[in-house]
């Protein structure tokens, strides 16, 4: 029997590591530390530090954009995994010079500095689009449905909500015959009946009108199809759109994420009320130059 050396994956190693050298020329995470650390303009962060004189000193921007950046190229968006990498990712470290700032930090950063940031990827994701570092050819998009704080119950097209509308205010005629009729109750239970009654039409008239305000100001929202027709509008939330998942159907938008195929770099993440990707992507690809892969 042939002998091996032994190994053990499960061990830890002190190992001497030269952050600088982890990040190569050619890559990505190179070129995101090169653009901020030299050639990008980051004095539009400094306004929100107040600590000049006294305080705890801060986290360089740049550090912090470094990370953030980064993790974005990685699909990674959550603070706490940002976080996590920092502690155990060779890279992650190499960029942030082996520091680690609390997942609190980077989420205040990224929410004070949104627009700021969003200027400066794009800078970054125009050089790496010159340097050849997106592949350029092919993007792969996919999409993840979640609810939106809009009831399906709804929606529906201008046709279907003027019906709706229509059967709401021969409800209400029935209901106001009812309470009429029980206006003259004298016994305790017509009372209750005609209380009842009462809140029903109040129910009844403000869904009437939520329904016919809507009618009156909105127009009908069209698909983004080949062949343009009408979809369901949502009286409370028209932007989202009712889709089927494989929990069932429910009202909500499709986050849909576009990753270039060579680098496996995420250069847009948008949310969209349409339950298919195709009609999607149309900004991120024709910002890439590249055709779309679904």
Not at 211 to 230: A, C, H, I, N, Y
Request: net charge positive.
């Amino acid at each position: 029997m042939p002998r091996f050396k032994p190994y053990e994956y499960s061990q830890h190693s002190m190992v001497v590591i030269n952050y600088q050298e982890q990040l190569q020329p050619g890559t990505f995470e190179y070129a995101v530390h090169y653009l901020i650390e030299h050639k990008l303009d980051l004095s539009v962060f400094h306004p929100r530090y107040r600590n000049d004189d006294t305080g705890r000193l801060a986290y360089d921007p740049a550090i912090l954009l470094k990370i953030v950046l980064f993790a974005y190229s990685k699909g990674i968006t959550s603070s706490r995994q940002i976080q996590w990498c920092c502690e155990t990712n060779i890279l992650f470290k190499a960029l942030s010079c082996d520091t680690v700032p609390h997942f609190t930090t980077l989420a205040s950063f990224v929410s004070e500095n949104a627009e700021a940031i969003e200027a400066v990827f794009e800078q970054v994701l125009l050089v790496c689009h010159q340097q050849g570092l997106l592949g350029n050819e092919l993007f792969a998009i996919d999409g993840c449905k979640t609810s939106s704080n809009a009831a399906k119950e709804w929606s529906g097209t201008f046709k279907e909500l003027k019906a709706k509308r229509d059967k709401l205010r021969k409800l209400i005629r029935h209901h106001l015959a009812e309470h009429r009729q029980h206006d003259s109750a004298e016994t305790e239970a017509e009372m209750e009946r005609a209380i009842r009654h009462g809140k029903m039409i109040l129910s009844l008239d403000q869904a009437m009108e939520k329904v016919d305000r809507f009618l009156k100001t909105q127009s009908p929202r069209m698909g983004q199809g080949k062949r343009r027709k009408e979809v369901k509008s949502n009286i409370t939330d028209n932007e989202s759109a009712k889709m089927t998942t494989s929990k069932g159907t429910i009202q909500g938008y499709n986050g849909v994420a576009t990753v270039d195929k060579k680098y496996q770099v995420i250069i847009d993440a948008q949310a969209f009320g349409e339950g298919q990707e195709q009609g999607a992507p149309h900004p991120a690809t024709s910002a890439g130059n590249g055709r779309s892969s679904l």
